[in-house]
């Protein structure tokens, strides 16, 4: 610890990464205490190693490039048993068609037609907008908002998903059409929608 | 005349788009659908605002 170099000046401008490091080991880990962990314990590798950055990519995806090690790593830790058992029950979520039959009807139309957003790019600016999206996000049932996360925030490719899953990339495809409908549902309910936020 | 599929199966069918190109018949199903439903054309647009979104949030702070 003595050799942390907290005088770096770039140990100010890493430490500014950590909600966003924070939301996404709670994302993976869906555990306050292991993300908290995770994340010091990336920050502390990440300043040990400040030299080897090259700036060849945003310090943000190269913490998170770390961070993804240390997850991986954490997951691992609680036991390979439990890796297994959620791979099963990723599985069990997206073979379970239940969740439809509350959004659709028994004629396959929407039970709450979607509305037409008003300008929804103008939300990108509003700092509340955010939290929302970000709450709706953590809404989202364990295994959808971990790979949803993976796939859309982190912009990983869904075959590498798949094979840390270890899911099929079909299973993959129905978790993640469930996030965005569960998304797209609660941003309607809490932002778009009418008497919502976003819409007055 | 393409298959004649509900928004359940559109709704899938657009979901499905974003990770690989459809086939054919899926395709022209899912174009037909879309021509006469604007709830679905509704959420096409809302899956692209999704996207456009979670791309940004990883560089929100």
Same mark, same amino acid.
């Given at each position: 610890m003595s050799?942390?170099?907290?005088?770096?000046p770039r140990f100010?401008e890493i430490?500014?990464?950590?909600?966003?490091?924070?939301?996404?080991a709670l994302?993976?880990?869906r555990?306050?205490?292991?993300?908290?962990?995770?994340?010091q314990?990336a920050?502390?590798a990440a300043?040990?190693?400040?030299?080897?950055f090259?700036?060849k990519?945003?310090?943000?995806?190269?913490?998170?490039?770390i961070l993804?090690?240390?997850?991986?790593d954490?997951?691992r830790?609680?036991?390979a048993?439990?890796?297994?058992?959620?791979?099963?029950?990723?599985?069990?979520?997206?073979?379970?068609?239940?969740?439809?039959?509350d959004?659709?009807?028994?004629?396959?139309?929407?039970?709450i037609p979607?509305?037409?957003?008003?300008?929804?790019?103008?939300?990108?600016?509003?700092?509340?907008f955010?939290?929302?999206?970000e709450?709706?996000?953590?809404?989202l049932?364990?295994?959808?908002?971990?790979i949803?996360?993976?796939?859309e925030?982190?912009?990983?490719?869904?075959?590498?998903i798949?094979?840390?899953?270890r899911?099929?990339?079909?299973n993959?495809w129905?978790i993640?059409?469930?996030?965005?409908?569960?998304?797209?549902?609660?941003l309607?309910?809490?932002?778009?929608?009418?008497?919502a936020?976003?819409a007055? | 005349?393409p298959?004649?599929?509900?928004?359940?199966?559109a %709704?899938?069918l $657009?979901?499905?788009?974003?990770? &690989?190109? !459809?086939?054919?018949?899926e %395709?022209?199903? $899912?174009?037909y659908?879309l021509? &006469?439903? !604007?709830?679905?054309?509704n959420?096409?647009?809302?899956?692209?605002?999704?996207?456009?979104a979670a791309?940004?949030f990883?560089t929100?702070?």
């Open positions: 050799t942390t170099p907290v005088t770096d100010a430490e500014s990464h950590r909600p966003y490091l924070v939301r996404y994302s993976q880990l555990d306050g205490q292991l993300a908290e962990e995770a994340v314990e920050l502390l300043l040990e190693s400040i030299s080897s090259g700036g990519s945003s310090l943000r995806t190269w913490l998170t490039s993804r090690f240390k997850v991986i954490l997951q830790r609680a036991g048993e439990r890796q297994l058992f959620d791979a099963a029950q990723v599985d069990a979520v997206a073979d379970d068609e239940a969740w439809l039959d959004l659709f009807d028994e004629t396959g139309h929407w039970r979607p509305q037409a957003w008003s300008d929804p790019e103008a939300c990108l600016e509003q700092r509340r955010w939290e929302v999206f709450r709706c996000l953590d809404r049932p364990g295994a959808a908002g971990r949803f996360f993976k796939r925030i982190l912009g990983e490719e869904t075959d590498a798949c094979k840390d899953e899911i099929t990339a079909s993959c129905v993640l059409h469930r996030a965005r409908l569960g998304l797209r549902a609660c309607e309910k809490n932002w778009f929608g009418a008497g936020e976003g007055r | 005349m298959a004649k599929v509900n928004c359940r199966e %709704s899938r $657009l979901s499905v788009a974003c990770e &690989r190109a !459809l086939e054919a018949g %395709s022209e199903a $899912l174009q659908h021509g &006469r439903c !604007l709830m679905c054309r959420f096409e647009s809302q899956l692209k605002f999704l996207r456009k791309q940004r990883s929100e702070d």
